[in-house]
């Protein structure tokens, strides 16, 4: 399998399906490095502004996921998980046993999203030739080993899941007439 860190161009439209997800064997158009985006394609209100001489300024960095609603959530979402499909699981996904589980649905684990579009960003980033030889190894030693250790610890988001089939998970209950109990006397 080649991949390259010209796939997943912010520029292109998300598959409509994983089968058309680029970035497969022979890659294809990755996040972009070079100030033209990056995954999810989202660009601050600065990068829409001109810059100088009236040409339009560079983009700014992706929003992360979790601050994205509506249409721009479900985009950068289709995308990543086609680069988690297509990049990420082929090359780094290891056998799932009940100490190391994966959830088949694991976009439904809003944790999981969380820390698996920190890491698409990161890998955006470290895999460009921007970012020196030492960058792919900056990348597995810094966010790769550390996100995938926590999605697939015993006691992570996926612990309730079984190979092929999900449990959504609790969220911890939190005592809100504590936190919103009467004032300090004083």
């Not at 249409?71 to 988690?84: F, V």
């Not at 088949?104 to 969380?114: C, K």
């Not at 030889?133 to 996926?158: E, I, K, N, Q, T």
Request: charged share 15%.
């Amino acid at each position: 399998m080649t991949v390259n860190s010209e796939n997943y161009a912010a520029e292109q439209p998300p598959p409509s399906s994983p089968q058309e997800a680029p970035g497969g064997p022979g890659g294809q158009p990755a996040p972009d490095q070079g100030g033209q985006g990056a995954p999810g394609g989202q660009q601050s209100e600065q990068g829409q502004q001109a810059g100088q001489g009236g040409e339009p300024a560079p983009p700014g960095p992706p929003e992360f996921i979790l601050y994205l609603d509506g249409i721009e959530y479900q985009q950068t979402l289709h995308q990543l998980i086609s680069w988690t499909h297509q990049v990420l699981l082929p090359v780094y996904g290891r056998e799932v046993t009940s100490s190391a589980p994966w959830c088949p649905r694991w976009w439904e684990h809003l944790e999981a999203v969380a820390q698996l579009h920190g890491l698409w960003l990161a890998w955006a980033e470290l895999t460009s030739p921007a970012a020196g030889m030492a960058g792919p190894a900056s990348w597995h030693r810094d966010f790769l080993a550390p996100v995938m250790g926590a999605l697939r610890d015993p006691m992570g988001p996926f612990a309730g899941c079984k190979l092929g089939g999900h449990r959504p998970k609790d969220i911890p209950p939190v005592d809100t007439a504590a936190l919103f109990g009467p004032p300090p006397a004083g």
